[in-house]
């Protein structure tokens, strides 16, 4: 038998799994449906908090403050006073 190169041999189909190309194709999708399921986990295992049972009365007393605009003011006013004095002034 002499090897003759114009017969080619029938090349042995490759399976699909040995494609590099197929994998990252199916990598993308798996990650998303993955990172939703540990989503829908935490959202089920930790549920939110109450922030304050008394809602209403911290509320109302936000409110009072706010009417009082001497009082509701002053963080604001102290800040910007220190914002405009001269570095030269500034304690250390």
Known sequence: MSSNPAIA???VPVPWWR???????I?????VIVAGF??????????DPVVAEDYYRQGI?????????????AP????RNHAATPVQDQPR
């Open 9 to 11: 041999t029938p090349a």
């Open 19 to 25: 494609f590099g190309h197929v994998w990252l194709v």
């Open 27 to 31: 990598a993308g999708p798996a990650i």
């Open 38 to 47: 540990v989503t829908l986990w935490l959202a089920i295992s930790r549920p």
């Open 61 to 73: 007393e936000i409110n009072k403050t706010l009417v009082a605009p001497e009082k509701s003011l």
């Open 76 to 79: 604001a006013l102290k800040a």
